[in-house]
């Protein structure tokens, strides 16, 4: 069974620290994406890749950086972990090829900064 | 990718089917609608999607109106499994971008 998996379930972090939200997906997708989701916001895209070594600012990216070294990967960074960025966050990846853009997402993160 | 709208919440009796619209009339030519479904504390799981003619699948049925302003996500037998928040989506398929609204919470009862 193909799949997106995040490397946590839940995570819990100091204010300050920096915090590695790491994502592997199986499937040989060119893109990948990661998402937080908020109560009342819907889901906000942070960052996403559309090549290894490539980036690309979402709608929210401030507070974060990325890296994707292969093509299976994609990590989310917080620099300096603060409160208001706790949240639920979710990585997707999707194919470019053969007309079918449906994301597959993970399970998700949920991050509490305290 | 254009602007989508659905009601906030529905209400579907466990065994019928759940129709949950959705409104995209600012839609261009070379935009698919998407539809994905989230269930509590699960990321969301893709369902559907089609650009012009209707679509089915072995989860659900897609309807595109012929202008393409609309359309309406078929259940045809709603399960308590599929409570859940759902989501219509356009976009174009080149860019492969996602924007996600608020969507429509469906509630199935017995």
């Known amino acids: 069974d193909v799949k997106v998996t995040q490397s946590s379930r839940y995570l819990v972090k100091r204010t300050g620290e920096k915090v590695f939200l790491e994502c592997v997906q199986d499937m040989d997708h060119e893109n990948m994406f990661w998402y937080r989701q908020d109560p009342g916001l819907g889901l906000r895209l942070i960052y996403f890749s559309y090549d290894v070594k490539m980036k690309e600012k979402g709608d929210i990216p401030e507070g974060y950086s990325v890296s994707r070294e292969k093509k299976e990967r994609f990590s989310l960074i917080l620099e300096s972990a603060s409160t208001n960025q706790t949240s639920m966050y979710l990585c997707?990846?999707?194919?470019?090829?053969?007309?079918?853009?449906?994301?597959?997402f993970g399970s998700g993160t949920r991050l509490t900064v305290v | 990718d254009a602007k989508t709208t659905q009601p906030p919440s529905m209400d579907c009796a466990e065994g019928r089917a759940a129709n949950l619209p959705c409104n995209h009339s600012?839609?261009?030519?070379?935009?698919?609608v998407y539809w994905y479904r989230q269930i509590h504390s699960q990321g969301p799981q893709y369902i559907i999607h089609g650009l012009k003619n209707n679509e089915t699948n072995e989860m659900a049925s897609l309807i595109i109106t012929e202008d393409r302003k609309s359309s309406t996500l078929i259940l045809p037998h709603a399960t308590l499994r599929d409570t859940a928040v759902y989501y219509c989506i356009s976009v174009t398929g080149t860019a492969s971008k996602l924007t996600f609204g608020t969507g429509t919470r469906l509630q199935v009862t017995l």
């Open positions: 997707a990846s999707s194919s470019i090829g053969t007309g079918n853009y449906g994301y597959t």
């Open positions: 600012t839609i261009s030519g070379n935009e698919y």
